[in-house]
């Protein structure tokens, strides 16, 4: 017997409720309810001896008689993609891609169809733009393909009957919120719509092995819009940022079930599209002087990948009556009041009514703790009035002791700064071992604490 029952449910957060209320109490969203029909079907039983177990065997296939194709992962000539990737796109692989609107999605998304119709055919399909916008995008972009379709298609019933059926290699869905099926009272962009629709595309990505894109819109507070269970059902979800006025973007993956997490590739947005930047090391600390107060360089670990970046700080005379200031930029605002607390006991670094500004160019966050001996150096560098010469990179995660801890892949670290002609390097005693044995054109300084450090300057 089905039952009905109507739901209010949160298009911003998936929140249920029997009533609806003008605020959502989860997210705090105002006006995010919208009623939805669910229905059950009570008292379903199955029927003893109705399974048919010579069906469900005939499904069951030995792992050593699966079969990999060479193709197994699809690659272009985008180096930055691949790798964030983890080394191309597999078959039957569902990404979900989001991002701020106007940030680029779309058009890194058109670049990369033209790049993976070397394998077969590729479908774009649009809910939100007309078949002519896209194709005036591509000009621009100066794509000229045959393998390359367009679609202008929201029912998700039909665009699985017809993927089935077409079997293309990769298909980009741009936006799951525009999509409804028909199976669903609610309307397109509703938890309960982007549910289905997700569950349709996965459904027939796997059983295929057809690739896909799926474009998510996001909420104010920057997470997915739609239930949470979006980002579990697909295999790797990628974050596109990019600060307003500026022309780089980076790409970020928050998932990957195929490759490493946290990994970044930087792009450039230019007039006929989206560039990757292979160096962006180079890109990130270019703008330098040869010394500079409270300016450190250091050799972050993303994903796989060894970034340099600088760590600026600013040191002012606050306000002797008020409360300090502590703006913090790209970098954990509770680490630095870690840092500046060991600062204090250590070296001597008395912060306590100054005001303290951390910054890290480039919209990069740091949250690698080998970054803590280079924010520290440079706090004492603002504090002292000590230039700090830019050819000199320290490296190293500090306790609450003052001790400098060991710190993981220091070779791919002191190997990026040997690439970009960095003279010297501060580095944790305890990673003296893994490192004398081999060869470096830096000047490797061994510190077993701050104590040691401040000997040295």
């Known amino acids: ?19 609806w209320m003008g605020k959502c109490p989860n997210c705090g969203e105002w006006g995010s309810l919208e009623e939805e029909v669910e229905v ?39 180096k930055e993609f691949d790798r964030l990737l983890g080394g191309g796109l597999v078959q039957g692989e569902v990404i979900l891609l989001t991002g701020n609107p106007g940030i680029g999605k779309s058009t890194l998304l058109l670049q990369m169809a033209n790049e993976y119709t070397e394998y077969g055919d590729i479908i774009y399909i649009s809910g939100e733009e007309s078949l002519s916008q896209i194709k005036s995008r591509g000009d621009r972009l100066g794509i000229k393909n045959k393998n390359l379709y367009l679609m202008s298609e929201t ?48 459904d027939v990505a796997k059983k295929n092995n057809i690739c896909f894109f799926i474009v998510g819109h996001i909420t104010k507070d920057g997470k997915v819009a739609g239930p949470k269970m979006l980002e579990h059902m697909v295999d790797a979800v990628f974050t596109f940022e990019g600060e307003e006025g500026l022309f780089y973007r980076i790409l970020r993956s928050e998932k990957n079930r195929f490759g490493s997490t946290n990994e970044l590739a930087i792009f450039s947005m230019e007039e006929d ?38 760590i600026q700080t600013l040191i002012t005379e606050g306000n002797p009556i008020g409360i300090p200031k502590r703006v913090v930029q ?20 008395n912060l306590g009514t100054k005001d303290v500004f951390v910054n890290i160019p480039g919209g990069i966050s740091i949250k690698d703790p080998a970054a803590d001996l280079g924010a520290l150096i440079s706090l004492m560098s603002v504090y002292k009035n000590v230039e700090i010469s830019q050819k000199i990179a320290a490296i190293g995660e500090l306790g ?24 010297g390097v501060y580095i944790p005693e305890a990673n003296r071992k893994e490192v004398e044995k081999k060869d470096y054109k830096l000047k490797l300084i061994y510190l077993k604490n701050l104590d040691e450090f401040l000997e040295r300057i």
Do not use: H
Request: hydrophobic share 35%; charged share 35%; glycine share 6%.
């Open 273 to 310: 599209g989206l560039r990757e930047i292979q160096n962006s090391s180079e890109y990130f600390i270019s703008e330098r002087n040869e010394k500079n107060i409270g300016s450190m360089i250091v050799p972050v670990l993303e994903g796989t990948k060894v970034f340099l970046l600088e």
């Open 1 to 19: 017997m089905k039952k009905e029952k109507s739901m209010y449910v949160c298009k911003e957060c998936g929140y249920k409720s029997i009533k």
């Open 330 to 349: 790209g970098f954990d605002k509770n680490r630095i009041q870690i840092l500046m607390a060991i600062g204090e006991k250590r070296m001597g670094i």
């Open 40 to 78: 059950t079907v009570a008292n379903k039983k199955i029927p003893k001896g109705s399974l048919n177990f010579q069906e469900i065997d005939e499904k069951l296939v030995s792992f050593d008689e699966i079969k990999m194709e060479e193709n197994f992962r699809y690659k272009t000539k985008v």
């Open 400 to 423: 609450l002791r003052g001790e400098i801890r060991k710190v993981f892949f220091i070779d791919k670290r002191l190997r990026e700064l040997e690439k970009l002609g960095f003279k």
């Open 155 to 202: 029912n998700v019933d039909k665009i699985y009957e017809y993927i089935s059926e077409r079997k293309p290699k990769v298909v980009i869905i741009d936006s799951i919120q525009t999509l409804y099926s028909e199976t669903s009272d609610s309307i397109a962009g509703t938890p309960t719509q982007i549910r289905e629709a997700t569950l349709k595309i996965v």
